[in-house]
């Protein structure tokens, strides 16, 4: 387990050999009356990769999310699905060429889907105030979301209950490490 970071060396959902794919997506969130982008990206076991608050949704914009994403994951995906938006075929042609990219409608719902928890929570803070406490939430929110998420199509109950201890078990390491 990893000293600085138990949440994200907790669970990997990356293994070797595995198919690497990232979905990316935006969304828009209003503070204060203006727009500010969340992007989002998500690999192909649901679990959230990188989340950054920007004010544009422009190809530099997603050519920053794709820096972020290659220097913290250490290696280029082999596919990366996204909505139809042009920014990110250009920032992949600029920092991945190898990459195959897909762009169609109803691919990209595994991001779609990610956005839903971050939408709650928004709902029930009665809005996000700035960009910052925005970004400060989900960079804390989705790594913790992550320990908790367990592919339920694959496990039995036994095995869903012990990953479900497991979590908790790491999550209160945390928490007396905060606490501290």
């Known amino acids: 387990m990893n000293a600085r970071n138990p949440i994200k060396?907790?669970?990997?959902?990356?293994?070797?050999?595995?198919?690497?794919?990232?979905?990316?997506?935006?969304?828009?969130?209003?503070?204060?009356?203006?727009?500010?982008?969340?992007?989002?990206?998500?690999?192909?076991?649901?679990?959230?990769?990188?989340?950054?608050?920007?004010?544009?949704?422009?190809?530099?914009?997603?050519?920053?999310?794709?820096?972020?994403?290659?220097?913290?994951?250490?290696?280029?995906?082999?596919?990366?699905?996204?909505?139809?938006?042009?920014?990110?075929?250009?920032?992949?042609?600029?920092?991945?060429?190898?990459?195959?990219?897909r762009s169609h409608k109803g691919l990209n719902n595994r991001a779609e889907n990610s956005h839903q928890p971050t939408r709650r929570r928004e709902r029930t803070m009665k809005r996000f105030k700035s960009a910052r406490q925005l970004q400060r939430f989900v960079s804390i929110h989705d790594p913790i979301a992550n320990l908790f998420h367990f592919p339920r199509n694959t496990l039995s109950s036994a095995q869903h209950r012990d990953l479900r201890n497991a979590a908790m078990q790491i999550w209160n390491k945390i928490a007396c490490v905060a606490a501290a």
């Open 9 to 101: 060396s907790s669970k990997s959902s990356c293994k070797e050999g595995a198919v690497h794919i990232w979905h990316l997506d935006e969304c828009v969130v209003a503070i204060n009356g203006k727009k500010q982008w969340l992007w989002r990206a998500v690999d192909q076991d649901g679990f959230v990769l990188d989340v950054l608050v920007q004010s544009r949704r422009n190809a530099k914009a997603a050519k920053r999310l794709m820096r972020k994403l290659l220097k913290a994951q250490g290696r280029t995906p082999r596919v990366m699905i996204t909505d139809k938006l042009r920014s990110y075929d250009a920032a992949r042609r600029d920092l991945m060429p190898g990459v195959e990219h």
